[in-house]
């Protein structure tokens, strides 16, 4: 157990006893144990974790390898993925106008949806 024997042992116990005294060693052995056990739960814990990560990655590389499943794509970035440029977007807006009571064109937002559309002017 750590390299410490029985003589050891018994040595740090008495010193424990005679600093700590009689009454609170038997409190603090108590804490010592619960923190020792609540470690070891929590390590254990860890292990079944990496355990268990592990062998999903496994199942998924075999799953992979077999052809059963396939990569996932990777996913874009909406903001510069897009076929439009500015002045695409800019001619959408100038021609996706709504016609006023008066007759006047007046440019939407191509943004908003249907039911959300606005009139600039």
């Known amino acids: 157990m750590f390299g410490i024997g029985m003589p050891e042992l018994l040595l740090v ?7 700590i005294g009689p009454s609170k060693l038997p409190d603090i052995a108590r804490a010592l144990g619960k923190g020792l056990a609540e470690f070891r739960r929590a390590t ?3 292990k079944h974790s990496f355990n268990e ?3 999903t990655a496994a199942t998924r590389d075999r799953l992979l390898k077999e052809g059963k499943i ?15 440029d500015k002045k695409e977007d800019a001619a959408a ?12 064109k007046k440019a939407v ?3 908003q949806t ?3 559309k606005t009139t600039h002017g």
Do not use: Q
């Open 13 to 19: 116990l008495a010193l424990a006893l005679i600093v």
């Open 44 to 46: 254990d814990e860890l």
């Open 53 to 55: 990560e592990s062998g």
């Open 70 to 84: 396939k990569p996932p794509e990777p996913a874009g970035n909406p903001y510069t993925d897009g076929t439009s």
């Open 93 to 104: 807006v100038e021609t996706a106008g709504v016609t006023s009571p008066e007759g006047e």
């Open 109 to 111: 937002d191509p943004a």
């Open 114 to 116: 249907e039911g959300e």
